[in-house]
């Protein structure tokens, strides 16, 4: 992002790791919350005063604001500064978090979603804002700063149930608001930054797609849709529910993992060998993964899916920024790019949950395959190398 210097600016010290570590420790926090949610509300619904239906929604909300939210966020970034933005978005986490364990009934918990909706689209912007201020290491920093944001989640999920055995879901949210509230500490440290020299953006989040908007989509849509919702089902037909669940959760917990391990390493290789080639090469290995789990080969093809998925993680963002001008601004193909991708996962489950009553989950991670190798194709030949 090109800004014009004011306090910190863009002085060395600014572009330098610190700020990836920085930003990204704050996207670890935050994401505490949300991560114990996705394990704890289904299960303990009667306790936050909703039902199933209302559970499907909570779990969904905020993937559908984020949608909409990236270009305003985008605009807001460069009109007001990275570091200031950081700030309000961290001071919304903490209420966020805080709000699942106070909050009874749908119209508040509505609200926690919607904020924290808000909130990760803000703080995943802020973490490629700082990541990509190095163009010919974007792959190594972003990959890293994915590794470090999968450390909250995971402690969420490993640490989660069983701090709610011992005080309960909704007081177990409440604890966690401390260490979310760190990161308002952290966001201050972050070096000051000025004015954008692009004031606004013209480009909506969901602007019509490029090649790789499409490939993004469908990856949400197959990994958070079919794969997250059918995993277990898959598992159950072949053994009891309570191991089915914990194979489906160890293969779920995989999505942090691969993204802590892979992100980081093909980011690195990229900015080595290019990112055009590797990001074909991991989109086609993603796609093998399904193709895996259609033809029966469940775990293999799963783990399969689930590395190069995190390896996409880094890969996106690299191939973007090495396919743009230097004097051309990358906040925003990056922006549209997230908010394509969630699109397909606020959608993948939706669409999947009417379709399992109708196909085998085997012949829809088939049909995911499909489409990955027609949107692979679309952008090899459509895409600047």
């Known amino acids: 992002m090109t800004t014009t210097t004011g306090g910190g600016g863009s002085s060395p010290a600014s572009s330098g790791w610190h700020t990836v570590i920085a930003s990204s420790s704050i996207l670890s926090l935050a994401l505490l919350g949300d991560a114990l949610l996705y394990a704890v509300l289904p299960a303990y619904a009667g306790d936050f005063g909703l039902t199933l239906p209302w559970v499907g929604v909570m779990l969904s909300v905020n993937r559908f604001v984020r949608v909409f939210a990236y270009g305003m966020i985008a605009r807001l970034t460069y009109a007001l500064g990275v570091r200031r933005i950081c700030i309000m978005a961290t001071v919304l986490a903490t209420i966020s978090t805080t709000l699942y364990g106070f909050g009874q009934g749908p119209v508040v918990l509505l609200i926690a979603r919607i904020l924290w909706g808000l909130t990760y689209a803000t703080l995943l912007l802020v973490c490629l804002a700082y990541a990509v201020e190095s163009r010919a290491q974007v792959g190594a920093r972003v990959g890293i700063g994915q590794a470090i944001q999968r450390i909250g989640p995971i402690l969420a999920l490993l640490g989660g149930a069983w701090l709610v055995g ?63 919702l059918s995993i277990t089902l898959i598992f159950a037909r072949d053994t009891c529910l309570s191991v089915a669940v914990m194979s489906g959760g160890a293969l779920l917990a995989m999505r942090h ?55 996409l993680a880094s890969l996106g963002p690299a191939v973007i920024t090495q396919g743009i001008g230097a004097d051309q601004e990358a906040l925003g193909p990056l922006a549209r790019m997230q908010a394509w991708r969630d699109l397909g996962a606020a959608f993948g489950p939706l669409v999947t949950g009417f379709l399992l009553t109708r196909v085998s989950p085997e012949i829809l991670h088939g049909m995911v395959a499909i489409a990955l190798i027609a949107g692979l194709l679309y952008w090899l030949r459509l895409s600047p190398r």
């Open 166 to 228: 011992k005080v309960g879901p909704q007081t177990a949210f409440v604890i966690l608001a401390i260490p979310t509230a760190l990161s308002i500490v952290i966001a201050f440290i972050l070096p000051e930054r000025g004015r954008a020299t692009k004031p606004s953006l013209k480009t909506p989040s969901l602007a019509r797609p490029t090649p790789v908007d499409t490939l993004f989509f469908m990856q949400g849509y197959g990994v958070d849709g079919v794969f997250a």
């Open 257 to 311: 993992f691969g993204e802590a391990i892979a992100a980081p390493l093909f980011g690195w290789i990229a900015d080595r060998s290019g990112a055009h080639r590797v990001f074909g090469l991991s989109v086609a290995l993603m796609t093998l993964g399904f193709a895996f789990v259609a033809a029966g080969f469940t775990v293999f093809g799963a783990l399969l899916m689930l590395v190069f998925r995190g390896a």
